[in-house]
């Protein structure tokens, strides 16, 4: 891989429109996929910032990762909502049967309601509820869309080599969402991930902002 990072966003609602958004912010290539047609919600927060273009339209159900994707590149495959009725594939089921390819990142960023999606699962550990420690390059958002916009902040700070985050053994340690055991709700979850994005610039400084390189 050369350059920043090709991101993906898997599902569309007012989290992970709000974490798009961010990532687009951040000067990364997000392309968002919705299962099905985007909330209306989300489109005009999209649109507001200029960023409808960045979402593509899956017919549902059948929007999944290539099996076995457990480190970059990975494939996305799903079958296009307007390519649903086409005469290559009449049948959207058949045409994801077929193997659809819709595009290959570096990274993937999962919603609350594509996590199943991911391949450590809905279940799978999580360093600060957003980094999957079961796959490289695998992120998940979540929440209200100010907090979902600061984790796609976060994420985008690590991919553009701003933010480096501690070693291995310390993220296996912090498993649950930040701050997400404590007092306050989005309050106090917003000001934990500020402590540590603080944290992980330092420590980006330390090393000369070097671009990361997911483990394989």
Do not use: K
């Amino acid at each position: 891989m050369t350059g920043l990072p090709r991101v993906a966003v898997l599902g569309m609602d007012a989290a992970t429109a709000a974490a798009t958004i961010s990532l687009v912010d951040g000067g990364l290539a997000v392309t968002a996929y919705s299962p099905g047609h985007v909330p209306p919600t989300a489109h005009a927060r999209l649109t507001a910032y200029g960023c409808a273009d960045r979402v593509v339209a899956v017919s549902t159900d059948t929007l999944r990762l290539a099996a076995g994707s457990a480190a970059p590149p990975f494939e996305v495959h799903g079958v296009r909502a307007d390519s649903q009725t086409s005469a290559a594939s009449p049948d959207p089921a058949a045409g994801a049967e077929a193997g659809d390819l819709l595009g290959v990142f570096d990274a993937v960023v999962l919603g609350e309601g594509t996590d199943r999606l991911g391949p450590g699962g809905p279940g799978s550990p999580r360093f600060g509820g957003v980094f999957d420690l079961a796959a490289a390059w695998v992120f998940h958002v979540g929440g209200s869309p100010e907090l979902a916009g600061a984790q796609g902040r976060w994420i985008g700070e690590y991919l553009r080599g701003r933010y480096a985050p501690p070693d291995p053994a310390a993220m296996s340690a912090r498993p649950a969402p930040l701050g997400r055991s404590m007092r306050g709700g989005v309050r106090a979850e917003l000001a934990e991930l500020d402590r540590e994005l603080r944290a992980g610039h330092a420590r980006a400084a330390a090393t000369g902002y070097r671009l990361p390189a997911p483990a394989l």
